[in-house]
């Protein structure tokens, strides 16, 4: 029996070949292929991927930096973790895009490419500071995040994972 093939996580660059690239989102694919490269070298966001042996891309995800105010709906009271100062705002780490190659579904990829989205998103807050890991899902994947241990919060479409817990070896994953 073949094995199933690996993938290792790689920094998006302009040798991986993204036109191929189908995860029946048109939008996601579409973003993959003409803006992620852009927006990385313009310092807005950064794309991780999965690519196979060609340098396809198969799998990708895109963070950047969050702040949650105030305004937001008065959600900071309810996500402000014990002993956080009271006039901060939250920081935390914004999951923009994530998608897989419609090849690969239903196999536990996809939460093997979220845990490796949080695992990023740790490391960078263990050098820089942050609370959460947000993501504003799709209507369709909402389950998936829920699954995983994102909170929905009332009066808000965003989801939310405390990255604090990781840190006290309540892990997620
Ligand atoms: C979302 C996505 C990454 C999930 O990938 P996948 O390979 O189907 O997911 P997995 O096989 O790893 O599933 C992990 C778990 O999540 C569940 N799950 C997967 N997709 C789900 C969905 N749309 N709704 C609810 N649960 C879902 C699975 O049933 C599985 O649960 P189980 O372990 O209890 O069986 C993939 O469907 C995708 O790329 N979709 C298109 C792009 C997209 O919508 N991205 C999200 C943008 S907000």
Redesign the pocket.
């Known amino acids: 029996m073949t094995e199933p093939a690996q993938f290792r996580l790689e920094r998006l660059t302009e040798e991986h070949h993204t036109s191929y690239f189908d995860?029946?989102?048109k939008s996601?694919d579409d973003w993959l292929a003409s803006h992620a490269l852009d927006e990385q070298d313009q310092g807005r966001s950064c794309t991780h991927v999965w690519a196979d042996a060609g340098g396809c891309v198969v799998?990708y995800f895109t963070l950047l930096p969050t702040t949650i105010v105030e305004s937001d709906s008065g959600i900071m009271s309810i996500l402000r973790p014990a002993r956080f100062p009271r006039t901060s705002d939250l920081c935390g780490v914004l999951l923009g895009?994530?998608?897989?190659?419609?090849s690969?579904?239903?196999?536990?990829?996809?939460?093997?490419?979220?845990a490796e989205a949080f695992v990023t998103a740790y490391e960078a807050v263990q050098l820089i500071g942050g609370v959460h890991l947000v993501?504003?899902?799709?209507d369709?994947?909402?389950?998936?995040?829920?699954?995983?241990g994102f909170v929905e919060l009332e009066g808000t479409k965003r989801m939310f994972l405390p990255m604090r817990e990781f840190a006290e070896g309540g892990t997620p994953l």
């Not at 690969?104 to 939460?111: D, K, W, Y």
């Not at 993501?135 to 799709?138: A, G, H, I, S, Y």
Request: charged share 30%.
């Open positions: 995860c029946g989102v996601l799998a895009k994530l998608a897989l190659d419609q690969l579904r239903r196999q536990g990829r996809g939460n093997d490419l979220l993501t504003d899902p799709r369709e994947v909402r389950g998936f995040y829920l699954q995983f």
